[in-house]
């Protein structure tokens, strides 16, 4: 970066771009809003007694990712993004899936259950 | 034919700034988003080795509430706060507006500042805890005041544990302890390490703490990694906003999606940890 | 984390005056310069691996009795602690070998040459990129991949040596080993193991980033050498399957550091005595992250090796690889099905029969894919007009080996037969037909074939054959006998290579001619590091005194490669370039050549000379 020429290395601001940035700001806000209030509403959960505590845990994860999609979709940008993005992510998600779910249903199986309990 | 072609033209990596049109992306994002699936791998293995503990450790031994909920609490809201404000800075930069990107962004060093802040005051909390067995077979549970301490008894303010339930289920709120002082000569020795059993609540403490320990404190090396770049883009390469603006608003988004992304492996280690 | 590193290259290339020895070969961003750094750090370590493994199969042919030459001085370097006065080595430095053997033909050797090397130096040259899309991130991964074996040599060194619990590093074992000596050679094994892990990271999401969005004007997907199209695989692989190994590894440096118990169970004795630790872990989570990663791993080691293969067949057959479209298919069907098959190197945990019944099918499916692409191969010969070179001789070495290591994996997939064959010579006699004469016969053929490209003068052709002559061989009389010695039943990793499980009067065990196949095994790989020389020094002479190259495509090659200078110049490319075709234009019916390369410009064939044809 030597010789910056004025011509090619300036940033391009027009009216529509300054529109649609207020847009966005405006849309963050709204966003930051609802994760505190969905962290506040997480907290006030898990203090109730629903009875069983697997509804707890249920009710926290569903909570924890609805954060989670307002975070990954808002402010990165996932709602509106290109389509490798979106191949990478699907690849990362079914070798996650597997990686998950195989493990615990191999480790979570009888047999292991009932050599433990002997 | 020689070595010494240096021809700049040919030099130049293609799409650096400027999107590739059949993509429709810059280098640096696929860069950084194959980095983030990198490491959705990374903490997934954390959290898949985390239900693994929880479901093996033996009934009513898995502890609840062992962390203070406010405190983390406070550090969830200053992350969304600080992923708030890199946002904004982010569309301040888009619309030419320097000095606000500066100022949103230099909230965000702050957030982050602020969340390592609590996050080395819950980790001394708990390095300080710490549970002792006594001779008479009673269980005491409680912090070490060590300016009180000497080398042959130790003042606490703490409580003795009645059923050992209640070690894994404290309860939420309680009244401020009396200091209880504990002669050395009434604990309790291990039979194997002929030490007294007296122990904190480090990550050798029990499966809980290990992984509490483990994951937050792989969290906190990204708060500071993504502190730093955060920073080095504020501060030192701020000049490359003159000379090169669309490739500064590139790294700024580029940081921020790395920010986002810590900001997002929190919201679900803040349950997982504190709450259930 | 990238932004800082991405935009050096403007920087790089705006002084024009030579840079100095330190920025040209030491802290290069050039990818070609890094290409052969991982070249030469990954053979040395690749020779490393083999030297260890000799001096263990002396001791496993002639248990107890000095090692000669090597012993003596293995004695002065470790101490008596290791090594007698008399050269015979120690039980625990035969385990730290076996282990490090394994650490560094995986993880030192095979995964930098296939992916570091050969990654590096041709995939930015094959798409017509200038260089990689993160030069400096490339250096620093280099780095990592430097201090990660500078870590894993200086393990030998230290009070206890090197870690000693074989390359899988299961826990408990692996923690329990030299307990009362931390840091010990563990440690220096799990760290060294996460600097290798972050460059093969910092690797992936730049060559994924390059083939991505560097791609040269024209070279659509299926256009692609498939050479590419296997280190894109790769890469995705390394990417997303070494984050759980890295997970794994803190885990175990938590475990090892900070007295966790991540994988240790509650009541674990350990010499009769109960371990002061927490306990509450799981040994089985090890393996399930480990292999999580190694499996993929096993793929990362083969696929660059197939993609040069392929190159090397389309380019010495002089025709188009059969079946380009399926063997793409099947690679990526590859990549997908290579994560979901890992626990079947963990049928006898007592996983049960539902989740051991499942990985038997993936295993059994992702062999059709493996099929597909070396039938393709065996396809493409057909045919052809085919020119015996030394790279050629090595790529039709791979398929047959490749071959029997494939096929006799099977037995291993099948949970049934695995019980018995499992942690016998016969797993290694398979996976090491698959690395050694498979990927390892890839990486030669590789070297014959891009030596020219990158220093402009051919290798000796005879010494080459030779060399190639000697080792297949060699490889063979290495690993053929190891099949029958775990057909018998023989274990892996045993010190007295058997001895104590041999037949012995009422007894029945392991026959003499089981146990005496061990000699033959030793002399057959001492006879294959000698195969070596000719190599070394082919390699080293050639580099000032071989032949030199009359034309920047010596192979009449059609992949972009080739259509640079010899060697490349920074920055590669002196010409605009656009591709117009697939890869593997061979022998095009009504072409004056027989080889178009991907960009030569589609133009009306010349009228002949003399009369129009009248008809």
New interface residues.
Partial sequence: ??E?SSST?????DEH??EE?RH??RR??I??VA??VG??L??WA??INFGSYEI??VV??I??SA??FL??GF??HLISE????YA??S??A???T???F???????????IQ??LR | MSLINQNPSHMEIPYAVKPRPDTGLYNAKVGIWLFLASEVMLFGALFCSYILMRVNAPEGTWPHHWLNIWMGMTNTIVLIFSSVTVVLSWASLKMGQFKRYKFYQSITILCALAFLGIKSFEYHDKFIHYQVNLKDGRIFDGHLQSAASTTNQFVFKGRFIDKPEELYNPPLEHAEEPPITIAKSDIKIDPTTKQPMMENYGPWHNTYLAIYFTMTGLHALHVIAGCIVIFAIWGPLAKVWEQDPERYVNRVEVSGLFWHFVDLVWIFLFPVLYLL | MQPTLHADTHAQASHHEEPGFWQKYIFSTDHKVIGIQYGITGLMFLFLGLCLMSVMRWQMANPGTGVPLVGPLLYHLLGESAVSKTGVISPDLYNAFGAMHGTIMVFLAIVPLAFGAFGNFVTPLQIGAPDMTFPRVNMVSYQFYFMGGILMLASFFIPGGAAKSGWTSYSPLATIADMNLRPNGQTFWIIGMVCLINSSLLGAVNFITTIIQLRAKGLSWMRLPFFCWAQFVTAFLLLLAFPPLEAAAVLQLMDNLLRTSFFLPTGLVVSGKLLHISGGGSPLLWQHLFWFLAHPEVYVLILPGMGIVTEVIANNTRKPIWGYRSMVYSILAIGFLSFIVWAHHMYLTGMGVRIATFFQTTTMVISIPSVVILTALFISLWGGSIRINTPMLFALGFLPMFGIGGLTGLPLGFNASDIHLHDTYYVIAHFHYIVAPGTIFALFAGIYYWYPKATGRMLSEYWGKVHFALSFVFMNLVFMPMFIQGMAGMSRRMYDGGATYASNGDVVGLSPYIIGLNTSVSHAVWALGLAQIPFIINFFWSLNWGKKVTSDNPWEATTLEWQTPTPPPHGNFDKEIEVVRGPYEYSVPGKSRDFTPQNEPDQPEPIPHGNPVRS
């Fill in positions: 970066m030597s910056p290395r300036t940033l391009h601001v771009t300054i940035m966005h700001m963050y806000l966003v930051g994760l505190a962290t506040g997480t907290v898990s203090l707890n845990i926290a994860l909570i924890a954060k989670g975070v990954a402010f990165m290109k389509k490798m993005i990478v992510l690849c990362t079914f070798f996650f597997g990686l998950f195989l493990t615990l249903w191999s480790m979570a199986h009888e047999n292991i050599i433990h």
